[in-house]
């Protein structure tokens, strides 16, 4: 079978890992880069470069309300 996969966040890696054995799968992509929000940054402390995996994030009000108006 032929499947399409829309998107290479965590999901879509699953989705694909899991089913590319059996099935056809295509994944498809709007970024230049896949991983969606997961994320693998290279950072650089006291000379040693470190591979810090920032994980799923995402910032909005809806999601982190700020309850400074609450005190």
């Known amino acids: 079978m032929n ?4 998107g290479t ?4 890696l ?3 890992y899991r089913l ?5 799968v295509t994944l498809f992509e709007a ?7 997961t994320a693998t ?11 810090v995996d920032t994980g799923f994030i995402v910032y909005n ?3 982190y309300k ?3 108006d609450d005190e």
């Open 41 to 51: 940054v290279d950072v650089t402390l006291d000379g040693k470069e470190y591979a």
């Open 66 to 68: 700020l309850h400074a």
């Open 20 to 24: 590319h054995q059996e099935h056809e």
């Open 31 to 37: 970024n230049d880069y896949i991983g969606g929000h």
């Open 9 to 12: 966040g965590i999901s879509g």
């Open 3 to 6: 499947i399409a996969i829309i």
């Open 14 to 16: 699953t989705c694909a």
């Open 61 to 63: 009000d809806r999601t």
